[in-house]
């Protein structure tokens, strides 16, 4: 009986077209999440949003993550930062409460990565 291949699930997107280009590219993105997941000994699945906006519109991606986590298929979600999710406070505290703190998933940010500590909201290093 082998070892459960753990995952690290990366959640990528870019507000506009034009930022497609720039340094927080969707490519970057996917990069970083690559080495990351390495660092960690996990493997990567991407989910990638492609440009869209955070405070217009439904994100099919972002749904899919929900659903993920609360049938227990996520257990690890990385992104570049936490405005890839959410820009709106209010709402990053409704995610967390309702999705990662509920269903025990390690939210990781950066390129260290950083592993967010819900008790402090503060970024520990793994």
Do not use: C
Request: hydrophobic share 35%; glycine share 6%; no cysteine.
């Amino acid at each position: 009986m082998g070892k459960k291949t753990e995952y690290l699930d990366a959640y990528i997107r870019v507000s506009t077209t034009s930022q497609k280009k720039d340094g927080n590219s969707l490519i970057v993105q996917q990069r970083l999440a690559e080495s990351v997941a390495k660092k960690l000994g996990m493997e990567l699945r991407v989910h990638n949003e492609d440009a869209k906006s955070s405070t217009r519109g439904y994100r099919d991606v972002l749904a899919e993550v929900k659903e993920g986590i609360q049938a227990r298929k996520i257990e690890n979600l990385w992104v570049q930062d936490r405005s890839r999710i959410f820009r709106d406070t209010m709402e990053g505290m409704v995610f967390r409460v309702r999705y990662l703190q509920p269903n025990k998933v390690v939210l990781y940010e950066g390129e260290l990565p950083h592993k967010i500590d819900f008790s402090n909201l503060t970024p520990t290093e793994k």
